[in-house]
């Protein structure tokens, strides 16, 4: 058996509304009754309008390419975008319809594949999948630097490292590699490190949200930094 609540009539807002026997649906030709429920339910429903709206579709990436091969772009989509409905207020916080990941680990060549939609519960589309086109190019390498080791968000400012800065070399598409500007890129202490004197601590590179699917971190000279006081010498 299952339960059929009716909403024909229902208005927008908050709803309660006790299930009975008579939204019990019993299979067809069941000669069995519903006398009354063991255990009553009240359903609370949020009743709102749908909506609908034009959303671009985003691959999700997973992996990194074989060594020397590179991404040449953002992979191609087919639709490049999707009209997707469902109720307002989650279609007015969906900025994208996000497929499944495609992994990338490996690969040598272009390739392209089918990827499934990943969509909240509640909105639809009018396809379950889209076909991605891969394009992949040689790599080519860049050095940048020295560029200043910061702190990570919080910290007090009474620390620098030892050295004040690295040098980090990338790899990735020969024109985004170009293009990219230093002082774009910033280098900072390990979030998770711990603040100690004389410690050795890890850096991270952070590179620009648009470039990170096309350029890939090699190594960072040094690839550790000591903390050091403000007014300490090494």
Request: charged letters at 25%; glycine letters at 6%; a positive charge.
């Given at each position: 058996?299952r339960?059929?609540?009716?909403?024909?009539?229902a208005?927008?807002?908050?709803?309660?509304r006790a299930v009975?026997?008579?939204?019990v649906q019993?299979p067809?030709?069941?000669?069995?009754?519903?006398?009354?429920?063991?255990?009553?339910?009240?359903?609370?429903?949020n009743?709102?309008?749908?909506a609908s709206a034009?959303?671009?579709?985003?691959?999700r990436?997973?992996g990194?390419p074989?060594?020397?091969r590179?991404?040449?772009g953002?992979?191609?989509?087919e639709?490049?975008?999707?009209?997707?409905?469902?109720p307002g207020?989650?279609?007015?916080?969906?900025?994208?319809?996000?497929t499944?990941?495609?992994?990338l680990d490996h690969r040598?060549?272009?390739?392209?594949?089918t990827l499934?939609?990943?969509?909240?519960?509640g909105?639809?589309?009018r396809?379950?999948?889209?076909?991605?086109?891969?394009?992949?190019?040689?790599?080519?390498?860049?050095?940048?630097?020295?560029?200043a080791?910061?702190?990570?968000?919080?910290?007090p400012?009474?620390?620098?490292?030892?050295?004040e800065?690295v040098?980090?070399?990338?790899s990735?598409a020969?024109?985004?590699?170009?293009?990219?500007?230093q002082?774009?890129?910033r280098?900072?202490?390990?979030?998770?490190?711990?603040?100690a004197?004389?410690?050795?601590?890890?850096v991270e590179?952070?590179?620009?949200?648009?470039?990170?699917?096309?350029?890939?971190i090699?190594r960072v000279?040094?690839?550790a930094?000591?903390?050091?006081?403000?007014?300490?010498?090494?």
């Amino acid at each position: 058996p299952r339960v059929v609540i009716p909403l024909d009539h229902a208005r927008e807002g908050l709803l309660q509304r006790a299930v009975t026997t008579n939204d019990v649906q019993l299979p067809p030709k069941s000669e069995a009754t519903v006398v009354e429920l063991v255990k009553p339910v009240v359903l609370t429903l949020n009743i709102e309008p749908t909506a609908s709206a034009i959303r671009p579709v985003s691959v999700r990436l997973r992996g990194r390419p074989a060594e020397g091969r590179t991404l040449a772009g953002r992979p191609r989509v087919e639709p490049e975008t999707l009209t997707v409905s469902g109720p307002g207020s989650v279609i007015a916080r969906l900025d994208s319809v996000r497929t499944e990941e495609l992994t990338l680990d490996h690969r040598e060549a272009g390739f392209e594949a089918t990827l499934r939609l990943r969509l909240p519960e509640g909105v639809r589309a009018r396809t379950e999948r889209v076909s991605v086109f891969v394009d992949l190019v040689e790599a080519t390498r860049r050095t940048l630097g020295p560029l200043a080791v910061g702190l990570p968000t919080g910290w007090p400012r009474v620390w620098r490292s030892e050295p004040e800065s690295v040098l980090v070399v990338l790899s990735g598409a020969p024109d985004a590699l170009r293009d990219l500007r230093q002082r774009d890129v910033r280098v900072r202490i390990a979030p998770a490190s711990r603040a100690a004197p004389n410690e050795s601590v890890g850096v991270e590179v952070v590179l620009p949200a648009a470039v990170r699917h096309r350029i890939q971190i090699d190594r960072v000279e040094p690839g550790a930094v000591v903390l050091m006081r403000l007014g300490d010498h090494s």
